[in-house]
């Protein structure tokens, strides 16, 4: 769930799978282009780590310079996705509370 997902983030672990859905697909799209394999580990190593510069010296370790840019687009699209997490969650509480206040 997206509340979980926000927590997740906040706790500084990683995602899971369920949690990061979008995510997880356009990577693994993108992953079979670069690679042509639809083999998921490098996708899920990928959301398993936790920083920008770790994301993109595995990526280029693993699939050379060429694939820089997906790496970028990957840490993007990993802080856009924990941003809307952590702007949802924040926002449930409040939703909770008035309607119990409205019970």
Do not use: I
């Amino acid at each position: 769930s997206v509340g979980k997902a926000a927590a997740a983030a906040a706790k500084g672990r990683s995602l899971t799978k369920a949690e990061s859905g979008q995510l997880a697909k356009w990577s693994m799209g993108e992953l079979q282009r670069l690679t042509g394999s639809d083999d998921p580990t490098l996708c899920e190593f990928l959301m398993s780590l936790h920083s920008a510069a770790e994301v993109r010296e595995y990526v280029v370790d693993y699939l050379g310079p060429r694939a820089l840019p997906f790496a970028d687009e990957f840490v993007l699209r990993s802080k856009l996705e924990a941003e809307v997490v952590s702007n949802k969650s924040r926002k449930e509480p409040a939703a909770a509370a008035a309607a119990a206040a409205a019970a």
